[in-house]
């Protein structure tokens, strides 16, 4: 199966940083990556998508200005939450997507903490 | 994505066989059934997916419907590391499709 990675693990910040995530597709190539935000004990749910070499697509209710997503290379996504606030904690999870007609690849999720 | 729904909680024995329902009565004919499962502070892991006939997989089997509106995902023999949220999701399969998750089914394997 295919391999996504996702860095980091978990991160604590203080209240008004910004924190990057990096979602890495180790052995394929993915044009089109996906952004997720869970809340405890809440289902995923889907922020944004994004393809390489263009500007992301986000769903309703999510603020582009404050989650900056940079797809700039065929095996790299980034998700920046800008001016983190405590409300902004959660489990981020990205999903690669690989060509053809497959299963979804997650990576393993990061879970930020603002304080 | 059509709308899928699941139990939101379910307990099975260790070593016996947990059997996850899923309704799909929406479904479009060129969609697969999706199995997933997330277990605690994980990203989800994919299980099985089927079209119409039953599947098998070193995982897990799927059984589909005759009208494939609805499904049961089988752990033939369950274990504690079993524990986690079952997600049913019905997909046409191409990797660049959105995907919509329900609340899933929260698995307990009781020892």
């Known amino acids: 199966g295919a391999v996504v990675s996702q860095h980091p693990s978990w991160v604590i910040c203080k209240s008004g940083t910004s924190v990057k995530i990096e979602c890495r597709s180790l052995d394929f190539q993915a044009t089109t990556m996906f952004w997720y935000r869970q809340f405890p004990k809440q289902s995923l749910m889907l922020m944004a998508t994004?393809?390489?070499?263009?500007?992301?697509?986000?769903e309703q209710g999510v603020e582009k200005d404050k989650f900056l997503i940079n797809h700039a290379s065929l095996t790299l996504s980034t998700l920046t939450v800008t001016s983190a606030h405590p409300e902004d904690s959660s489990f981020y999870i990205c999903?690669?997507?690989?060509?053809?007609?497959?299963?979804?690849?997650f990576g393993q999720g990061t879970r930020l903490t603002v304080v | 994505d059509a709308k899928t729904t699941q139990p939101t909680s379910m307990d099975c024995a260790e070593g016996r066989a947990a059997n996850l329902p899923c309704n799909h009565s929406?479904?479009?004919?060129?969609?697969?059934v999706y199995w997933y499962r997330q277990i605690h502070s994980q990203g989800p892991q994919y299980i099985i997916h089927g079209l119409k006939n039953n599947e098998t997989n070193e995982m897990a089997s799927l059984i589909i419907t005759e009208d494939r509106k609805s499904s049961t995902l089988i752990l033939p023999h369950a274990t504690l590391r079993d524990t986690a949220v079952y997600y049913c999701i019905v997909s046409s399969g191409f990797g660049n499709e959105k995907l919509t998750f329900g609340t899933g089914t929260r698995l307990t394997i009781i020892p």
């Open positions: 994004s393809n390489e070499g263009s500007k992301a697509t986000y």
């Open positions: 999903r690669a997507s690989k060509q053809g007609n497959t299963e979804a690849f």
């Open positions: 929406t479904i479009s004919g060129n969609e697969y």
